[in-house]
C-alpha cells in the first residue's frame, strides 16, 4: 500500500535536502517498503520482496521507490561493512562504470550500443567480472516503475530521445570474499535518470552519494 510522505520531522529533512520550494511533498507516495539485503541473499530486481533473514553487517544493499505525481523514481545504494581491498576495488569499477553508463545515455544512441560500451569497460578493468556483469543495466521509468520497452541490455535496438527517464541499474552478482566461497555478495548501484538535449543528464537521486568513503 503506497503512503504519503507525512511525517513533519522527515519532510523537513527533504526539503532542507533538495533546496526546491516549487515541490510539494504531498504529492510523494511510497511505491513499497524499502528493500534491505545482506548476508549473501541478495536479488537484482527492484521490486523484490524482503526476506526473513537478520540484517547481517557485511554488504548491505537498500532499495527504495517513491511516485511524485504518479511518476516513478527508483534509488539503489551499497553498504560495505570493514571491506576488503578486493571489494572496495571491484565497487570503484562498479562506480566508474555506473558513471559512464550515465554519460552514455545519449541522444541518438541505440540502448545496445550502450549496454555494450559499458560491458566492454569493465571487462577492459578487470577480465574477471565478465562472468558477474547482468543481462540488462535498467529499463526505462516514468508512469511505470520498470518499462522493460526501454530495457539496456544487448538486445534492444531502441534509440534514445530527449525527455526519457530510466531507472539506470548496475551489478556486479555473485561475487566471492576469500577464496574458500563461503560467502557470496552482490554490487550495485541505481539512479533515476533524466537524458536531456546537449547531452546533458539530470540524476534525480544523485544527491544521495554513491562514491567509495
Known amino acids: 500500500i503506497t503512503t504519503s510522505f507525512s511525517k513533519p520531522n522527515f519532510q523537513k529533512k527533504i526539503k532542507e535536502k533538495l533546496k526546491n520550494p516549487k515541490i510539494e511533498l504531498s504529492n510523494f507516495e511510497i511505491e513499497n517498503s524499502p528493500i534491505i539485503q545482506s ?16 540484517l547481517s553487517s557485511d554488504v548491505i544493499i537498500c532499495k527504495a521507490n517513491a511516485k511524485y505525481l504518479e511518476y516513478h523514481g527508483s534509488i539503489i545504494r551499497t553498504f560495505m561493512i570493514d571491506a576488503t581491498k578486493d571489494q572496495q576495488m571491484k565497487y570503484k569499477i562498479l562506480y566508474e562504470s555506473f558513471i559512464s553508463l550515465i554519460d552514455s545515455l545519449s541522444e541518438g544512441k541505440r540502448l545496445c550500443d550502450v549496454y555494450t560500451a559499458i560491458k566492454n569497460e569493465i571487462i577492459a578493468k578487470d577480465s574477471s567480472l565478465e ?19 526501454y530495457q539496456i541490455s544487448s538486445t534492444n535496438t531502441k534509440v534514445i530521445h530527449s525527455g526519457m527517464v530510466f531507472n539506470v541499474v548496475l551489478s556486479l552478482e555473485g561475487l566471492m570474499k576469500g577464496n574458500d566461497g563461503k560467502f557470496v555478495y552482490m554490487l550495485q548501484i541505481g539512479d533515476t535518470v533524466c537524458v536531456k538535449a546537449n547531452n546533458y543528464k539530470e540524476v534525480y537521486t544523485g544527491l544521495i552519494s554513491k562514491q567509495l568513503r
Open 39 to 54: 548476508g549473501g541473499h541478495y536479488n537484482t530486481s527492484i521490486t523484490c520482496d524482503n526476506d526473513n533473514h537478520n
Open 131 to 149: 562472468s558477474h556483469i547482468p543481462l540488462s543495466f535498467g529499463t526505462g521509468i516514468g508512469l511505470e516503475l520498470n518499462d522493460e520497452t
